[in-house]
């Protein structure tokens, strides 16, 4: 008998077959407590990467970032902005994503051409610096940021680490970018998986001690044995291929039932993602008023006018600078 207090259970239905591109899709595998999300981009990135005409090592970090920065952001329950940004001394010296909730995503990257020719011979995309999780919603008192120090690895690495150190939450993160060859052409697809552990019991959550880099010699920190339910799980995301993330014949929908289906996987409502850059005409101008009159003049090229070109978009603007006379 069902208990009229109680709301029913969804009832369940046939996994879908239908590939959502720009959409995040947040699932639940309760059997071995278990909360994640698959993101798959395709359009989006796609935009984002040629308006930039990166070379292909930098396009699929930047696309990377961008898979990880949606799994990320995708969780904020109000309007925000999520920001991914590296720093370092590698070829890629400066990587910005912007994820401005519900939907909006942005992304650029600097690099060294000299340097990537030297990646490309063993040398380090990313080298040494760090990376920084922000979250900003709208108020100094809001606003977090964890940080996670680069020493070559990459995303995946970083993104395990901060969990680790930041959230400690037992979180396993898998990233793919790729160029999809169809009779159309050639564009860039970019996906990502994140699971999480998340028992009622923070006993069940406990991870190995991290060395604070001041401990007595000799000190033993204590390793807590690894859930089971956590075990099971990391081993099946392990069994993911880059393909599968990037395929565009394969379902978020059907990749989870084929990770999951022995203990059972639930799907909530997806969430779409555009590429979308907040620059604008009268943003740029306030930023302008903000210069000096002699610092205006110096930005003033020969045809007379301040032109503008938006890192994230790429967008060129003109303005005159009679427009920014008291």
């Known amino acids: 008998m069902t208990n009229p207090a109680q709301p029913a259970a969804p009832a369940s239905r046939l996994v879908s077959d239908q590939g959502l591109d720009d959409a995040v899709l947040p699932f639940a595998v309760e059997p071995l407590d278990l909360r994640g999300r698959v993101v798959r981009l395709g359009a989006s990135v796609d935009h984002i990467l040629v308006q930039h005409n990166y070379p292909p090592p930098v396009a699929r970090l930047v696309g990377e970032a961008m898979a990880l920065t949606v799994l990320l952001g995708s969780s904020l329950k109000i309007e925000g902005r999520f920001q991914l940004q590296t720093r370092s001394d590698g070829a890629i010296d400066m990587l910005v994503v912007d994820f401005d909730a519900p939907d909006r995503l942005r992304a650029f990257a600097r690099y060294d051409a000299e340097k990537l020719a030297d990646a490309a011979r063993g040398g380090e995309l990313l080298g040494k610096g760090h990376l920084a999780f922000t979250i900003d919603q709208g108020t100094d008192a809001s606003r977090y940021q964890g940080i ?179």
């Open 148 to 326: 996670v120090a680069l020493q070559g690895q990459g995303l995946e690495e970083a993104a395990h680490q901060y969990f680790r150190q930041s959230e400690q939450i037992p979180t396993k993160v898998r990233l793919a970018v790729a160029q999809s060859v169809t009779g159309a052409g050639a564009s860039w697809r970019a996906g990502g998986l994140m699971v999480q552990f998340l028992p009622s019991s923070q006993e069940r959550r406990r991870q190995a001690d991290l060395d604070p880099g001041d401990a007595p010699a000799g000190l033993v920190y204590e390793t807590p044995d690894e859930d089971d339910a956590w075990t099971e799980a990391k081993a099946l995301a392990a069994t993911i291929e880059d393909h599968e993330l990037v395929d565009p014949t394969l379902s978020s929908e059907r990749l989870l039932y084929r990770l999951f289906h022995e203990p059972g996987v639930k799907v909530f409502e997806p969430r779409m993602v555009r590429d979308s850059c907040r620059c604008s005409q009268d943003r740029i101008k306030a930023m302008l008023r903000r210069f000096t009159p002699a610092e205006r003049t110096d930005m003033i090229g020969d045809n007379g006018k301040i032109g503008v070109t938006c890192e994230f978009c790429s967008t060129y603007r003109e303005f005159d600078p009679k427009d920014f006379d008291e």
